[in-house]
């Protein structure tokens, strides 16, 4: 077969053989010598053509099929099933939710990390058995795995991590893991962690804008109970802490409600697009004025609340996604906190 002519076993490398078929096989993939559907040598042949023992090649073989390089045929032999981008940084980037924020992440991350890589996006839905069944399918096939965790209970109550997936992760090589969004105290050194720190952010936040936040005299945070895709009570501890300290009248609510009694002096903090909307239009067909009969802050910054005038508290999503990307790139470990800001905007 052509592919023997072209296949290097070094006698006196120091890396092991069957890493050395593996890295033959990709880089005649890469430079054009293998090609879709190319139909490659035996175990047998390929162990007697080199005199490697048939668990060499084996090895070899079995680690190019868990990365989709390779397939068999049974009765036929085995075949080239992908040759796209094989030569490029592979990476698995797996996303709790669909949300603008977690896209505008993404793609920040995408536009940094270049040419040079190939990205496969996966939403597990806050699913821990999604989340469990997608990294053991593609264990082996990624370079490296970037992980938002966020994860839902039966009582769809919010968890970051699970004995399960911390058992999953621990099993990803520190030098390919990413933990990206949210953190957990005591991870593993070696790893990489962009992350926010819910609580303190709002609490800091909310410290920002405190002379405003006290014209009003009562603020409600409109924190979603029970959700298919539930946020950190982290946020609600913050929220707490920041209103008993400074002594303020508030109240936790679990929605914005349909012909809501809304009162002049009233603040509201929301976190959902759905609640934010329902309470504007309420306050405009009540007559209410935002930032001086009622006032709205909420959470994340979109392009469209920079439009209407909506005072933000927000991770910057993009230093997010970019220092992500930079990290990698430079295969630099560590942890980085990443901004959070208060943007003060005609709604307070």
């Known amino acids: 077969m ?11 490398s120091r890396i092991p053989k069957y890493q050395q078929i593996i890295d033959s096989i990709i880089h005649n993939i890469s430079v054009g010598n293998l090609t879709m559907d190319k139909k490659i040598p035996s175990i047998n042949k390929f162990s ?28 036929k032999g085995y075949y080239i099933c992908r040759t796209k981008l094989i030569s490029k940084v592979n990476i698995l ?55 938002m965790p966020h994860f839902k209970t039966e009582r769809l109550k919010h968890v970051s991590f699970t004995t399960n997936v911390l058992q999953a992760i621990s099993k990803i ?24 720190d819910f609580e303190n952010d709002i609490y800091s936040a909310l410290n920002e804008g405190l002379q405003k936040i006290k ?26 802490k920041f ?11 679990d929605h ?7 009162k002049q002096g009233d603040l509201f903090i929301t976190i959902e697009e759905s609640d934010l909307v329902s309470l504007v239009k309420q306050a405009r067909e009540d007559g209410h004025k935002l930032g001086s009969d009622i006032g709205i802050i909420s959470y994340n910054d979109t392009p469209l609340k920079e439009l209407l005038g909506i005072t933000v508290m927000s991770t910057d999503f993009k230093i997010m996604g970019e220092t992500t990307a930079e990290m990698i790139l430079n295969k630099k470990k560590g942890t980085f906190k990443v901004p959070f800001n208060f943007i003060d905007r005609e709604s307070l």
């Open 48 to 75: 007697e053509e080199f005199y490697l023992s048939r668990d060499t090649v084996e090895k070899a073989y079995s680690v190019l099929k868990d990365r989709n390089i390779i397939t068999s045929i049974r009765g």
């Open 215 to 240: 014209k009003y005299k009562k603020i409600m945070l409109i924190y979603p109970k029970k959700t298919v895709y539930p946020y950190p009570r982290r946020i609600l501890h913050g929220f707490k």
């Open 256 to 262: 914005i409600y349909d012909d809501m009694i809304l």
């Open 93 to 147: 980037f797996l996303i709790n939710k669909l949300s603008s924020h977690k896209l505008r992440t993404y793609n920040h991350f995408i536009d940094a990390i270049g040419v040079n890589s190939y990205t496969d996006l996966h939403i597990y839905h806050c699913d821990e058995s999604l989340f469990l069944n997608l990294l053991e399918k593609n264990k082996s096939s990624y370079d490296y795995f970037v992980i």
């Open 2 to 12: 052509d592919l023997i002519k072209h296949i290097k076993i070094d006698e006196e």
């Open 243 to 253: 209103c008993l300290e400074n002594c303020l009248d508030f109240e936790v609510l």
């Open 173 to 196: 090589p520190q030098e390919k893991l990413v933990i990206l969004d949210n953190s957990k105290p005591n991870m593993r050194r070696g790893i990489i962690e962009v992350y926010q």
